[in-house]
C-alpha cells in the first residue's frame, strides 16, 4: 500500500496571487487619483470660505452707510455675492461629498476581495490540517523517506495551526474595517443629501434676493427721493400693523391655558447653530424697542413690547424646527411684520414662529423631526437687518388671520427662553 503525505500537497497560488496584486495595484492608483481630487476641492472649499467671511464682514459693514437708496443697493449686491458664493461652496461640498462615497465604494471592494483571499487561504489551511490529523504517525513516517523529514513535517503542522489563528485574526480585522468603511459610506450618503437640499433651499434664497434688487429699483426708478418717500410711507403702515398685532395678542395672551402647556427648560432646541440672542423678550425699556416694538410699561420707563427673541446670524444660515411637530403656517407678509414666515405647532402645548426668512423648505400639514431644515435666515418684513425672530404661543391660543397684507399668525406669547 502507498501511502499520500498530505502536507506535501500544496496548492501553487502564484496565478491568484498575481491577479489579487496588480487588481490593489490598479486600485491603489484609483484611490491616489480620488484623494488627489478631493484634496482639490478642500483646498477650493477653504478658499471659498475665507472670501465668504470677507462678504460676511463687507455686509455687516453696509449696516452702518444709512439708509439711502445708494446704501440699500450696496447691501444688496453684497449679500448677492455673498450667496452666490454660497451656492458654489456648496457646490464643491457636494463633489467632495461623491468624491469620498466613490473612494469609500472602492475601499469596500477592496476589502472584499482580499477577505474572499482570506477565507480561501484559511480554509486551505484548516483542509491540509485535516488530512494531517487523519493519518496515524505510522503512516506519516511510512510516507517520509527518513525520520528527520518526519519531524519537520511535524513543526509544519504546528506552524500551519499557528497560521490559522493568524488568519482568523486577520479575518475578524477585516470584517471590523469592512463594517467601518460601510458605516462611514453611509453617513456620506446622508451628508450628500442634506448638502443637495441645502444647494435648493440657497439657490432659492439667492433667487429671492435677486429678485428683491430688482424690485427695489423698479418702485424707486433708482432715485433716492421716491426711496425715501417709500420709506415714510412703509414706516407709517409698519407702525400701524405692529400696534394691532400687539393689541389682539395682549388679548390672547389672557387666554393661555397653562394647563395646555407640557414640559419646562429644555423641552425646546434652539433653532440656529450658531446663537447669539440680541433681543429678549417682554417689555423692552431701551429706545430701539420703544421706537421699534409697540408701546408698553407707558409712564414707567418707555418700553417697547417684543413678542419673542431675536437671534443674531446671516442670511441663508440654516433654520431648524425646536421639536417635532407639523407645519401649522407657511406664508409671506412682504415689507410687513413678520416677513417670509413658518409656524409649527408642537405636541407639548406650544406653537412656535420663525420670522423674516429669506426661504422656506416646508409645507402646511408637513410633519418634522427636531433639527430637521425648515428654512433659512433672512431680513424680510420689518427688519432692520439679517436675523431670526422666534416667538412662542400657546396652540390654544393660536390662528392664522387674513390681512390686506397677507396671512398674520397670531397667539398668547411666552417667554422662549422659558422653554429653550
Given at each position: 500500500m502507498?501511502?499520500?503525505n498530505p502536507?506535501?500537497?500544496i496548492?501553487?497560488?502564484?496565478a491568484?496571487?498575481s491577479?489579487?496584486?496588480f487588481?490593489?495595484?490598479?486600485?491603489?492608483a484609483?484611490?491616489?487619483?480620488?484623494q488627489?481630487?478631493i484634496?482639490?476641492k478642500?483646498?477650493?472649499i477653504?478658499?471659498?470660505?475665507k472670501?465668504?467671511?470677507?462678504?460676511?464682514a463687507?455686509?455687516?459693514?453696509?449696516?452702518a452707510q444709512?439708509?439711502t437708496l445708494?446704501?440699500?443697493?450696496t447691501?444688496?449686491?453684497?449679500?448677492?455675492?455673498?450667496?452666490?458664493i454660497?451656492?458654489?461652496?456648496t457646490q464643491?461640498?457636494?463633489?467632495?461629498?461623491s468624491l469620498?462615497?466613490q473612494?469609500?465604494a472602492?475601499?469596500i471592494s477592496t476589502?472584499?476581495?482580499?477577505?474572499?483571499?482570506?477565507k480561501?487561504?484559511?480554509?486551505?489551511?484548516?483542509?491540509?490540517i485535516?488530512?494531517y490529523?487523519?493519518?496515524?504517525p505510522?503512516?506519516?513516517i511510512?510516507s517520509?523517506?527518513?525520520?528527520?523529514?518526519?519531524l519537520?513535517?511535524?513543526?509544519y503542522a504546528?506552524?500551519?495551526?499557528e497560521?490559522a489563528q493568524q488568519?482568523l485574526?486577520?479575518?475578524?480585522?477585516?470584517?471590523s474595517?469592512l463594517?467601518e468603511?460601510?458605516?462611514?459610506?453611509?453617513?456620506?450618503k446622508?451628508?450628500?443629501e442634506?448638502?443637495?437640499?441645502?444647494l435648493?433651499?440657497?439657490t432659492v434664497?439667492?433667487?429671492?434676493?435677486?429678485?428683491?434688487k430688482?424690485?427695489?429699483?423698479a418702485?424707486?426708478?433708482s432715485?433716492?427721493r421716491l426711496?425715501q418717500?417709500s420709506?415714510?410711507t412703509l414706516?407709517?403702515?409698519?407702525d400701524?400693523?405692529?400696534n394691532e398685532i400687539?393689541v389682539?395678542e395682549q388679548?390672547?395672551?389672557?387666554a393661555?391655558n397653562q394647563n395646555?402647556i407640557?414640559?419646562?427648560?429644555?423641552s425646546l432646541?434652539w433653532?440656529?447653530?450658531?446663537?447669539?440672542r440680541?433681543?429678549?423678550y417682554?417689555?423692552i425699556v431701551?429706545?430701539?424697542?420703544?421706537?421699534?416694538?409697540?408701546?408698553?410699561?407707558?409712564?414707567?420707563?418707555?418700553?417697547?413690547f417684543?413678542?419673542?427673541i431675536d437671534?443674531?446670524?446671516?442670511?441663508g444660515?440654516?433654520?431648524?424646527a425646536?421639536?417635532?411637530?407639523v407645519?401649522?403656517?407657511v406664508?409671506?407678509?412682504g415689507?410687513y411684520?413678520?416677513?417670509?414666515?413658518?409656524?409649527?405647532?408642537?405636541?407639548?402645548?406650544?406653537t412656535t414662529?420663525y420670522?423674516h426668512?429669506?426661504?422656506?423648505?416646508v409645507?402646511v400639514?408637513?410633519k418634522?423631526?427636531a433639527?430637521d431644515?425648515i428654512?433659512?435666515?433672512?431680513?424680510?418684513?420689518?427688519?432692520?437687518?439679517?436675523?431670526?425672530?422666534?416667538?412662542?404661543f400657546?396652540t390654544?391660543?393660536f390662528?392664522?388671520q387674513?390681512k390686506?397684507?397677507?396671512?398674520?399668525p397670531l397667539?398668547?406669547?411666552v417667554?422662549p427662553?422659558?422653554?429653550?
Amino acid at each position: 500500500m502507498s501511502y499520500r503525505n498530505p502536507l506535501k500537497n500544496i496548492v501553487s497560488g502564484a496565478a491568484i496571487f498575481s491577479l489579487l496584486f496588480f487588481g490593489f495595484v490598479a486600485r491603489a492608483a484609483l484611490t491616489d487619483d480620488l484623494q488627489n481630487e478631493i484634496n482639490q476641492k478642500q483646498s477650493q472649499i477653504q478658499e471659498m470660505e475665507k472670501q465668504i467671511a470677507q462678504y460676511q464682514a463687507m455686509v455687516k459693514n453696509t449696516k452702518a452707510q444709512g439708509t439711502t437708496l445708494k446704501a440699500e443697493i450696496t447691501r444688496m449686491e453684497t449679500q448677492i455675492k455673498k450667496l452666490e458664493i454660497e451656492v458654489k461652496l456648496t457646490q464643491a461640498k457636494i463633489s467632495e461629498a461623491s468624491l469620498k462615497i466613490q473612494g469609500l465604494a472602492s475601499d469596500i471592494s477592496t476589502q472584499n476581495i482580499e477577505l474572499e483571499k482570506q477565507k480561501n487561504n484559511i480554509s486551505q489551511i484548516l483542509q491540509q490540517i485535516y488530512e494531517y490529523d487523519q493519518s496515524s504517525p505510522i503512516e506519516l513516517i511510512l510516507s517520509n523517506a527518513n525520520f528527520s523529514e518526519f519531524l519537520s513535517q511535524a513543526q509544519y503542522a504546528a506552524n500551519l495551526q499557528e497560521g490559522a489563528q493568524q488568519k482568523l485574526a486577520s479575518i475578524k480585522k477585516l470584517k471590523s474595517q469592512l463594517e467601518e468603511q460601510k458605516t462611514q459610506s453611509e453617513v456620506q450618503k446622508a451628508n450628500l443629501e442634506s448638502l443637495k437640499k441645502d444647494l435648493n433651499g440657497k439657490t432659492v434664497v439667492l433667487d429671492n434676493q435677486k429678485d428683491d434688487k430688482a424690485d427695489l429699483l423698479a418702485t424707486t426708478k433708482s432715485q433716492e427721493r421716491l426711496y425715501q418717500s417709500s420709506l415714510t410711507t412703509l414706516q407709517k403702515q409698519r407702525d400701524q400693523i405692529e400696534n394691532e398685532i400687539f393689541v389682539a395678542e395682549q388679548r390672547l395672551r389672557l387666554a393661555i391655558n397653562q394647563n395646555s402647556i407640557t414640559g419646562g427648560k429644555g423641552s425646546l432646541m434652539w433653532p440656529l447653530d450658531n446663537i447669539s440672542r440680541t433681543q429678549g423678550y417682554g417689555c423692552i425699556v431701551t429706545s430701539f424697542a420703544r421706537k421699534s416694538y409697540p408701546a408698553c410699561n407707558e409712564g414707567k420707563g418707555n418700553g417697547g413690547f417684543h413678542n419673542g427673541i431675536d437671534l443674531d446670524g446671516d442670511t441663508g444660515n440654516l433654520v431648524r424646527a425646536v421639536r417635532d411637530g407639523v407645519i401649522a403656517g407657511v406664508s409671506n407678509l412682504g415689507k410687513y411684520s413678520y416677513g417670509r414666515w413658518i409656524a409649527i405647532t408642537h405636541n407639548n402645548g406650544l406653537t412656535t414662529l420663525y420670522g423674516h426668512l429669506s426661504a422656506q423648505s416646508v409645507v402646511v400639514g408637513q410633519k418634522v423631526k427636531a433639527g430637521d431644515v425648515i428654512g433659512y435666515l433672512g431680513s424680510t418684513g420689518y427688519s432692520t437687518g439679517s436675523h431670526l425672530h422666534f416667538s412662542v404661543f400657546a396652540t390654544n391660543t393660536f390662528t392664522v388671520q387674513k390681512k390686506w397684507y397677507g396671512p398674520v399668525p397670531l397667539g398668547g406669547s411666552v417667554n422662549p427662553l422659558l422653554y429653550l
